[in-house]
C-alpha cells in the first residue's frame, strides 16, 4: 500500500510524493505545530508502517521543519541627505558582519525640474525631501550611496578610527540595492523609460566610485506594487528600459497586494481565493519579478498571505505557455524594525524567512533556497511612514 499526498497547486490538485516505508505504509494525520507567535514552523504527518504483509505495524512519524534563518541584515527607507548619515549606515554594516542584500529605498521616481529638461530623482520616503539622482553635488544619490561604501570600507581599514571603530576578520561583502519604488500618485511622478535610463547610468557612476572597495556591490532596485501602479504599464516600461541598459540584476522588493488575478485565457479556479484580487494579473507579477530580463525577487513577506500569494506566482510560472525563466528568489524582506516588532504588528525577520520556506519547500516544485534576508527600517528611526524622528545612530 502506497501513501498519497494531494496539495492544491491553485489550479488543480498535485500528487506530492511521499516515502514509502517497509512493505506497506498508511498516512493517518497531518499536522502543523506554532513556533513563536502562531508562526507555524513546523509540519507534522503521522502514519504507521510495516516491513511485510504478514508483520506488525508500527508508528510512523516524520516532520519538515524550517531551518534556521540565514545571516541577515537591515535596509533602509531613507529619509535624509545628509551625507554622515549614509557613511554611518555603511560603518554600522560592516560593524554587524552584515553579508548579503542592503536595500537603500529612496522612494519615489520624481522628476524635480520646472522645465523641459528633466532633473530626475526621488522623494524621499516620510521627509519628502527631493533627492536627485546625479547632478554633481555632495547630497545626490550617486555621492550619498558612495559615503555609505566608504563608512563600509573604513570600517575595515580603521581609516576614520574617530567616526568607526576597526572590525576584526575578513570582509562578508554586501551588495548594495540602490531603489525607488513604482509609485505614480502626486506631482512630479516620473515612472518612465528615461527615469530608467538615468537610474541605470546613476549605477554605473556608483560602480566607478567604488570600483576600489572589497566587498561592496551596486545593484538597482524597485519596490513594485500594483496599488502604486494600477495599470501596469508604466511599471513594465521602467523595468524594460533598466534591463535593455545591459544591467545584470535589479531586485524587485515589492508585493503583490492581493491574490494574483488570473493570466488571460486561464480558467477560473473550482476554489475561489479567500480574499481580493491583485490589480495586476500572475503573469504580470511574473514578469516584474522574473520575466523581464535581469529582474530578481526579493519579496515582501509581512503576512502569512503574502508567501502564499508569490507561491501561486510560482507554480503559474511553471505551467505558463512558451519560454520562461525560473523563478529564482533571492531572499525575503520583512518590516519589523519599521513598525515596532510588537503583535500585532508584521513578522520577525525569522519568522518571515521561515514562514517563506515552508510555504516553497513544502512543494517539490517549487523548493527554493532564498538565501538572504533583509529587514528595512526608517533611516530617521521613526515609525510606520517614517515619521520625523531622530537621525540614524549606527
Request: aromatic share 10%; hydrophobic share 35%.
Amino acid at each position: 500500500m502506497q501513501t498519497l499526498l494531494l496539495r492544491w497547486n491553485e489550479r488543480s490538485w498535485d500528487v506530492i510524493p511521499s516515502p514509502q516505508v517497509g512493505e506497506s505504509s498508511e498516512l493517518h494525520s497531518i499536522a502543523s505545530e506554532s513556533g513563536s507567535r502562531d508562526v507555524v514552523d513546523t509540519n507534522a504527518a503521522v502514519g504507521r508502517t510495516r516491513a511485510s504483509a504478514a508483520g506488525s505495524w508500527a508508528t510512523l512519524t516524520e516532520h519538515i521543519t524550517a531551518p534556521s534563518y540565514p545571516g541577515n541584515t537591515i535596509s533602509y527607507y531613507e529619509t535624509s541627505l545628509i551625507p554622515n548619515d549614509y557613511y554611518n549606515q555603511g560603518c554600522a554594516a560592516a560593524r554587524r558582519k552584515q553579508a548579503g542584500i542592503v536595500v537603500l529605498d529612496f522612494g519615489q521616481p520624481t522628476n524635480w525640474s520646472a522645465t523641459s529638461i528633466p532633473q530626475f530623482g526621488t522623494r524621499l520616503v516620510g521627509s519628502q525631501l527631493h533627492a536627485y539622482i546625479s547632478n554633481g553635488t555632495s547630497t545626490d544619490i550617486r555621492h550619498l550611496v558612495d559615503q555609505f561604501a566608504k563608512g563600509y570600507d573604513a570600517a575595515y581599514t580603521g581609516a576614520n578610527p574617530t567616526k568607526c571603530t576597526l572590525v576584526a576578520g575578513p570582509r562578508q561583502g554586501i551588495e548594495v540595492v540602490i531603489a525607488t519604488s513604482n509609485d505614480t500618485s502626486g506631482n512630479n511622478n516620473a515612472l518612465t523609460s528615461d527615469h530608467a535610463v538615468a537610474w541605470a547610468a546613476m549605477i554605473d557612476g556608483v560602480r566607478a566610485d567604488t570600483f576600489g572597495i572589497q566587498g561592496i556591490l551596486a545593484q538597482a532596485g524597485i519596490d513594485a506594487e500594483p496599488n502604486y501602479d494600477l495599470g501596469y504599464t508604466s511599471t513594465a516600461n521602467w523595468v524594460n528600459s533598466y534591463s535593455q541598459n545591459g544591467h545584470t540584476l535589479c531586485y524587485n522588493f515589492g508585493s503583490t497586494d492581493g491574490y494574483p488575478n488570473l493570466a488571460q485565457g486561464e480558467p477560473t479556479p473550482v476554489v475561489p481565493n479567500p480574499y481580493g484580487y491583485s490589480a495586476w494579473r500572475v503573469d504580470q507579477l511574473y514578469d516584474i519579478a522574473t520575466g523581464i530580463m535581469g529582474q530578481r525577487p526579493l519579496p515582501q513577506i509581512y503576512r502569512p498571505k503574502m508567501a502564499r500569494d508569490w507561491y501561486r506566482v510560482q507554480s503559474w510560472s511553471q505551467t505558463r505557455p512558451g519560454p520562461s525563466y525560473a523563478m529564482t528568489f533571492a531572499g525575503i524582506m520583512s518590516e519589523c524594525r519599521s513598525s515596532g516588532c510588537q503583535p500585532p504588528a508584521d513578522f520577525r525577520q525569522e519568522q518571515a524567512w521561515q514562514v517563506f520556506w515552508l510555504e516553497f519547500n513544502a512543494d517539490p516544485n517549487t523548493q527554493q533556497a532564498a538565501p538572504n534576508s533583509t529587514d528595512i527600517q526608517c533611516s530617521n528611526g521613526g515609525g510606520v511612514g517614517c515619521a520625523p524622528n531622530s537621525d540614524i545612530t549606527p
